[in-house]
């Protein structure tokens, strides 16, 4: 793996741009103050992240009303991936609340899916092993799968990231599902000083909600399909690191070795609130944490360097992942996860839809919802590709068409 400086990135990248100002190319609908705009950036911590995939991503989701934090706080949010070869019978379990997705009363349209997540820290005395379970325990159900194993094991004062896909009653008006943690005796246990506070899931159902993807909101803004002779938004050729061509109808992009996260942005404007949706065709080699995905609302920047989005990404092991990158820093909002919705390996076809309407964003796997959280560090900004090479040198996916819907 190649390890490089800011500076020398940023150099790369002025260069790279005085040079390109200075080639003919097609010329897309684009804003003028995007003029061939290049947004490619890699960050050691986004490495680190991709090369050695034991590591948990920190998450650090806040509430709709407060400020994400800027930073990574690993004292805070670390996900334990080390477990105890032996378990003090003694030992006691108990789980305190961090932070949660899909405050109460958020509003879905009937039947809409939904991904309800959950993070605790484990302030008992018992490590959590992968075989601890998400269990109901009363109220309404709304489709979740229980018993579901956790995944992973926890050690004491860690945190973790409980996911339960979920799907809104048909019927109108308040809906709330109650669940605990159940550990290898089949006791359950959750929250409060003796473990016994279920926590829990509540919406309301409303006629004429959000729905739940892109495909539910009539014809799109825009769609791109790749043409050579029609031109594209995005710049194509080569730099050190990747590379964007047309070939027969695809947008072809690839990583040539091993370097993190690696993107290229729209030139299309920036915008607000908007859902965007990628049809991704995967190459004949796709391993591991091989990833590729999308980027929203990445604010503009006078020297061209877009540093700053909210990225969302899907790898080759059927796992998606969302970050935010804040002037080059890595913050993480959701650590690699399994979907059953991804299909997982090469030549594989998967819808990616990114949803960013207000401080509300969604991500969608092939039409499902996986993963929704709220956050208010970004309200505008540009739309990009996203490509990341684990393991794989020169891992390509192909793009075979870009929609997106503007929102109001």
Request: glycine share 8%.
């Amino acid at each position: 793996m190649r390890t490089k400086t800011w500076t020398a990135i940023f150099s790369a990248l002025a260069a790279l741009l005085f040079a390109m100002l200075a080639c003919n190319r097609p010329q897309p609908d684009a804003a003028p103050d995007l003029d061939l705009m290049v947004a490619q950036t890699q960050t050691a911590i986004a490495v680190a992240q991709l090369i050695a995939p034991t590591t948990a991503v920190p998450a650090t989701q806040a509430p709709p009303t407060t400020q994400p934090t800027m930073a990574i706080s690993p004292s805070a949010t670390t996900v334990s991936t080390t477990q105890t070869a032996t378990q003090d019978p003694n030992c006691t379990d108990l789980a305190k609340f961090v932070n949660e997705t899909i405050p109460d009363n958020t509003e879905f349209a009937p039947t809409a899916q939904f991904m309800k997540t959950w993070t605790f820290q484990n302030v008992g005395t018992c490590t959590w092993t992968p075989e601890y379970k998400l269990v109901f325990k009363e109220g309404e159900q709304m489709g979740g799968t229980s018993p579901a194993p956790i995944g992973q094991s926890v050690a004491p004062n860690a945190t973790v990231q409980v996911h339960l896909p979920q799907t809104a009653p048909a019927e109108t008006g308040e809906h709330q599902g109650f669940w605990m943690l159940q550990n290898l005796d089949s006791q359950n246990f959750a929250l409060g000083s003796d473990g016994s506070k279920a926590f829990w899931v509540k919406i309301k159902v409303i006629p004429g909600a959000p729905t739940t993807s892109g495909s539910g909101l009539g014809p799109p803004t825009r769609t791109l399909t790749f043409d050579e002779k029609k031109g594209t938004p995005f710049y194509l050729g080569e730099d050190s690191d990747t590379s964007f061509t047309i070939e027969n109808g695809e947008l072809i992009i690839t990583a040539f070795e091993p370097a993190g996260d690696l993107w290229r942005v729209a030139e299309l404007g920036q915008f607000n609130n908007i859902v965007a949706e990628a049809n991704f065709r995967t190459g004949a080699e796709c391993t591991g944490k091989d990833s590729y995905g999308m980027i929203l609302r990445a604010p503009s920047q006078p020297d061209n360097v877009v540093d700053s989005a909210y990225v969302f990404g899907f790898n080759c092991d059927g796992q998606f992942r969302v970050y935010r990158m804040d002037n080059g820093s890595y913050t993480g909002i959701s650590n690699w996860s399994l979907h059953p919705s991804l299909r997982p390996g090469a030549n594989q076809k998967n819808v990616m839809t990114a949803s960013a309407d207000g401080d509300r964003l969604q991500l969608f796997a092939n039409g499902t919802l996986v993963y929704e959280f709220t956050d208010s560090t970004y309200s505008r900004g540009l739309i990009g590709l996203m490509i990341g090479s684990n393991s794989t040198q020169n891992f390509q996916v192909a793009v075979e068409q870009l929609a997106y819907w503007e929102l109001p």
